[in-house]
């Protein structure tokens, strides 16, 4: 067998809240897989809250996705290929196939996005199989040299002809540090005494002082306005008093109307404009399929960046974005390396701005998440929540790459990550 699949369980030091639920535990799937003559990694944290929103329970839908990432695990074969150029069938082509075989036996059928999830620890050690054969980081491998078609071949598009990932990439030398994000989620305090006392911050002030953020997610209803409005009216103020440089809004898909964000936008630039000019994107207010939001987004654009997040699932949905308004995208690596790259490079070409957004990635998860954003380049770093959610998680990666799974003076420390593929660095990763 080619494959072999693991489900590590870690259970969060806090609950977190996607939307309409609060999760307290995360199951990760890790992958060794034999390609191209050597042995790849991939991790995906299988985040069922954000994959696969909705009432069914959690342990039935996290259930589902660990049977898939099984069903697929059976199902694989071995490329001859560049690995972008068999993800990009394997993409098209064979997951849907696969998808609706495994659903046929399913009561409620797996969506696209968990899907998407549950291929991509697959499609993350393809990867890092194929840069450990050439002796290549991952970057490095996605050009002429190495790839049999160009870009046009992938988006089917003249456009991109003669194009290929590296031409989108950050070019050398690369930084060796990124800004970091911290998520404020629905149910973090901002102030406030310690209650649980087990020697990591328990307060937005806590964090901001111990880690010095200057970058700041803010996770809002989507449903209460009223809310939404006094949580950014509340965070913004600490960032003013705490000199953080910039805040990100993110409604979770929630919103139907428009005239919901550019209400509480225009508000906030009126009753505090210091906190305003700090809001750099708007992220995802509308629902996830693209085809039940509003067909043109362009007024909340207009007023600040509007970054697609969950809708994004290829790079065909950031075409159709960009088509009503949107001209921003989140690339997420759970959504397959493959799919992040070619959303990546699609948005690039027309003048999309990008960020790299946490699934709170922790142990194997975080590498391949942090080295996107360095390797694509972003409006500002990149999003890290593990150290908030499971400090303890990465000890054993962290004793390697310390700096990556701590989050000090504001951002994420790159520096020891080197060797090909996606540059683990770990002798003993089991």
Not at 46 to 69: H, N, T, Y
Request: glycine share 6%; hydrophobic share 40%; charged share 25%.
């Amino acid at each position: 067998m080619n494959c072999q699949l693991s489900f590590l369980p870690v259970r969060m030091r806090l609950p977190l809240k996607f939307g309409s639920q609060t999760v307290d535990s995360i199951v990760f799937a890790r992958v060794r897989r034999q390609a191209y003559g050597r042995t790849g990694w991939g991790e995906t944290p299988l985040s069922v809250g954000w994959g696969w929103p909705g009432p069914l329970p959690f342990a039935l839908r996290e259930d589902a996705m660990k049977r898939f990432c099984v069903f697929l695990s059976q199902r694989l074969d071995d490329p001859a290929e560049h690995p972008l150029e068999y993800g990009k069938v394997f993409l098209d082509e064979r997951l849907p196939l696969l998808r609706a075989e495994f659903n046929r036996n399913e009561p409620y059928p797996l969506p696209l996005l968990a899907a998407l999830i549950c291929a991509s620890p697959f499609d993350i050690a393809l990867h890092d199989a194929f840069g450990k054969s050439l002796g290549l980081p991952v970057n490095q491998t996605c050009n002429a040299a190495f790839m049999k078609h160009d870009l046009a071949w992938f988006y089917s598009d003249s456009r991109f002809a003669d194009r290929f990932p590296e031409d989108y990439f950050a070019k050398a030398p690369l930084p060796t540090t990124l800004p970091v994000w911290h998520l404020v989620g629905g149910k973090d305090r901002l102030d406030g005494e310690n209650q649980l006392n087990d020697g990591y911050p328990e307060t937005l002030r806590e964090w901001i002082q111990r880690d010095g953020l200057k970058c700041l997610k803010v996770k809002l209803t989507g449903t209460d306005s009223a809310w939404d409005l006094e949580r950014l009216l509340a965070v913004g103020r600490m960032a003013v008093e705490m000199d953080v440089e910039a805040l990100s809004a993110d409604f979770n898909c929630q919103v139907r109307d428009p005239e919901y964000v550019t209400a509480i936008l225009d508000t906030l630039r009126a009753r505090t404009p210091q906190v305003f000019a700090r809001l750099i994107y708007v992220e995802q207010p509308f629902p996830m399929e693209l085809e039940e939001g509003p067909q043109d987004v362009r007024d909340v654009s207009a007023r600040c960046p509007l970054f697609m997040d969950e809708s994004a699932h290829d790079w065909r949905q950031v075409r159709r974005g960009w088509e009503r308004g949107w001209n921003g995208v989140a690339l997420k690596v759970c959504k397959t390396w493959t799919g992040a790259v070619l959303s990546g490079c699609w948005a690039r070409e027309h003048h999309m701005q990008l960020m790299v957004q946490d699934l709170t990635n922790a142990m194997l998860a975080t590498i391949p998440h942090i080295l996107l954003a360095q390797w694509f380049g972003t409006i500002k770093g990149v999003e890290c929540n593990a150290p908030q959610f499971y400090p303890t998680a990465s000890q054993k990666e962290a004793a390697t790459h310390p700096w990556l799974y701590e989050r000090r003076h504001g951002v994420v420390d790159l520096s020891t990550l080197h060797g090909p593929g996606f540059q683990w660095a770990m002798k003993d990763i089991q």
